[in-house]
């Protein structure tokens, strides 16, 4: 399948969540304030948020519409999802220089964090950059290992050290290992312990101070991986993480496996932070740049 059709295959059980919600709240009769308020209702509870779903709502009653079909409602939910989305819609550069640029990847365990880092190196690659992985995850031997097995998979050499190690060390030296052989980029994984958020943070910290000693731009980017599965509480994470660890954009796994992808559009609208890309599987080619129309048409249940 094409990378839109798995897109739309992926928001399929969002679609139809929100189908569901709006179903048989417009008859080819005139919007009226109750019928909005219906539809703003069917918004949230499909996962938009309410200012995002707000938003709509008075993008809907700015229009005007004496009759309105679900086929129409459905084209202009679309509309005005594409509008919150589009501003955020960013790829990600590798601007960074002197090399690499070096992009620290965060977000809580579970969240597909280390297979992202992998598609992300796949992505990369595909545009001709070099590419080196830092397992700087140590506190999960999991972590460590799957990011040598991604690392084979898409030819990316890794840099990594003992459990339990010194993750600011293995960003050290990743640092100076990319500068001596010319690599682009750095992907840096890091450990996702919300739970213990005060050591969390006084470990991206000393990575980042050990970055700025090396270059001090570095880290170019801070990533944050969110799972879309989580609903709601990704909305959660993203300010946690923005307040306490410099978030610079996002990226959202696990959208094929979730009713809950509107909190895309709610992140959107709510954070205004940059998107980069969005996963809807688990293949090397999954994780694509966000594209804010077919994202919006997905949503909305239309062709892309």
């Known amino acids: 399948m094409s ?7 992926g928001f399929k059980k969002t679609a139809d969540r929100l189908g569901e919600n709006i179903s048989g709240l417009v008859k080819e009769q005139a919007l009226d304030t109750a019928t909005l308020d ?17 938003r709509i709502r008075e993008g809907i009653a ?17 509309e005005e999802i594409e509008k919150i989305l589009a501003p955020v819609a960013k790829p990600l550069e590798i601007w960074g220089f002197p090399r690499p640029h070096v992009i620290l990847v965060i977000g809580v365990n579970g969240s597909g964090k280390t297979t992202t880092i992998g598609k992300l190196g796949h992505l990369l690659k595909e545009q001709d950059y070099g590419v080196l992985l830092a397992a700087g995850d ?10 040598k097995i991604w690392g084979d998979r898409i030819n990316a050499p890794v840099i990594s050290g003992k459990e339990g190690g010194d993750a600011a060390g293995i960003v050290f030296d990743g640092v100076k290992q ?24 006084e470990e991206l910290s000393k990575v980042r101070r050990v970055l700025g000693r090396l270059n001090p731009e570095a880290p170019h980017d801070v990533i944050l991986v969110l799972d879309a599965t989580t609903g709601q509480n990704a909305l959660n994470q993203i300010e946690v993480f923005a307040r306490d660890a410099g978030v610079t954009g996002l990226v959202m796994t696990k959208l094929d496996g979730t009713a809950r992808g509107g909190v895309l559009v709610a ?28 994202v919006a048409r997905a949503i909305a249940g239309l062709p892309a």
């Open 3 to 9: 990378w839109l059709e798995r897109l739309t295959g």
């Open 38 to 54: 219906d539809i703003e209702e069917a918004l949230i509870a499909s996962d938009l948020g309410p200012e995002a779903s707000k």
């Open 267 to 294: 992140a959107a609208e709510k954070f205004g932070m940059p998107i980069h890309a969005i996963g809807v599987g688990e293949g090397v080619d999954d994780l694509r740049p966000f594209d804010p129309r077919a």
């Open 62 to 78: 700015a229009r005007r519409y004496e009759q309105l079909d679900e086929r129409g409602l459905r084209t202009i939910l679309a």
């Open 138 to 147: 140590t506190f999960r031997a999991a972590a460590i290992e799957q990011l």
């Open 178 to 201: 990319a500068t001596a052989t010319g690599i682009d980029a750095l992907i840096v994984d890091t450990a996702g312990r919300l739970q213990n958020k005060a050591h969390l943070m």
